[in-house]
Structure formats: C-alpha cells, structure tokens
C-alpha cells in the first residue's frame, strides 16, 4: 500500500511521478517574462497585498515566472509549441497551493473581493488548453487535497478528495476494499479525480462503466465567492 507520506511526497514510478503533477519538462528555464506573450492576453496583475493575503491564507505562494511557467504547463501541442518557440503559454501569474477546503474558500474570498480570475489546476494532463490561465491572475493548485476520506460496503460509495491521482485512488479501493471504479482515462496516472469530474472523463471502459457522471453520487463546492 502507498503510504500517505509517500503520496504527499510524490515517489517514481517508471518515468512520472506518482502523486504529483508531471506535465512535459523542457531543459531552458525561464527566468524573466517574455516579450513574446505566449497564449495570454490582458492578463490581470496580482498586486503584492494581495499576494501577501494570499500567502497568510494559503500552503504556498509562488510568483516568479520560472515558477508559473512550470506550474502551469499542460500536455496541450498548442502551448509546448509556443514555449519551445521561445514564449511560454502562460508566463503570468500567481500559483497558490492548498490542501484544505478552508483554504480554497479563503482564496476565492480574496479573488471575489477583488475581481481577479482564478483557474483551478491539477494534473494538469489535459491536452486542450483549457486550464491555462489565459487571463493571468491566480492558479489554485489542489494537487494536495488528495485525502481518501471514506468508503461505505454497504452502498459502494467512495468518499475522495479532488486532488487525488487517480493510480493511488484506483489501488487504495483495490487494496483496502477490494473494489474498482472501473474508470480508466488514457492519461489515469497523471490526471486527478477532480478533473475526470470537472472534464466529464470517459476511461477505456466507458462502454462497461460509463463515464465519470454516470459515477458520481455528489459533490461539496465552493462557489466562486468562496460559500
């Protein structure tokens, strides 16, 4: 079994890294913006009180550009063009990481308040586009809200946190409880339970099980204005 320590340390597994985000890794590093804007247009600015408020609120706050440009790279062709072309996706930012739900809703609080965009991110295995933060503003990594938080025999209802992997969801039911969501997307290993949901995932045996909404019994959300 894969001990929760390992699982928030993240260990390797062949050639990714079991329990943490691993998009494409390119060998220049990026150490100040471009003046080519990549993907972004208009991004928003994050102003330095409140990245200070962020930081009381939230596990960690990460600014520089190298800082956004890795968290923030995806599996989408489109945006490994534009930064092996010399102009990162999605250069400008604020990555903020949190690991309860407290502290999500504290983030979104703080954005509402003050009208900034936020992108939720995660494994960010999507090959779209479509979790980059094109408009700038924060990204809210929930990678390290990854709690198995209960399992119920009777009706077979699994209780799991979003930022869970799906490799460690899929063993902890199969080892602990002898059980299969029998969900199986092509990017399994490096995707989170919250994105097959928030994506609406189809796996490989989709025409067995369903897809991901056909699997989902109900959800807690925070809203926009942290609620």
């Known amino acids: 079994m894969i001990s929760k320590e390992a699982i928030k340390r993240g260990y390797n597994r062949g050639n990714y890294v079991v329990g943490k985000h691993t998009p494409p890794h390119f060998a220049a590093s990026i150490t100040e913006t471009p003046d080519r804007p990549g993907l972004q247009r208009d991004a928003v ?8 408020a962020l930081r009381r609120v939230a596990d960690e706050v990460l600014t520089a550009t190298g800082d956004v440009v890795n968290w923030t790279r995806d599996w989408w062709a489109g945006s490994m063009m534009t930064e092996t ?16 739900v407290e502290q999500i809703q504290a983030v979104m609080r703080i954005a509402h308040a003050k009208a900034i965009p936020v992108t939720v991110s995660a ?16 990204v809210l ?20 946190e979003a930022g869970m992997f799906g490799d460690i969801f899929e063993q902890t ?13 092509s990017s399994f290993a490096i995707s989170t339970v919250g994105g097959w949901v928030a994506c609406r995932g189809a796996g490989q045996l989709s025409t067995r099980y369903g897809k991901i909404e056909d699997m989902v019994v109900g959800m807690d959300v925070v809203l926009a204005d942290g609620r």
């Open 85 to 100: 072309g010399g102009a990162p996706a999605t250069p400008r930012g604020v990555i903020v990481r949190a690991s309860t």
């Open 141 to 160: 990594d929930v990678c390290d809200l990854n709690a198995f938080l209960g399992f119920d025999r009777d009706s077979q209802i699994v209780e799991v």
């Open 123 to 138: 494994g960010r295995s999507n090959v779209t586009g479509a979790a980059l933060p094109v408009r700038g503003g924060i």
């Open 173 to 185: 039911i199969q080892q602990e409880h002898g059980m299969t969501m029998g969900h199986w997307p």
């Open 45 to 52: 600015p994050v102003d330095a009180a409140t990245i200070d």
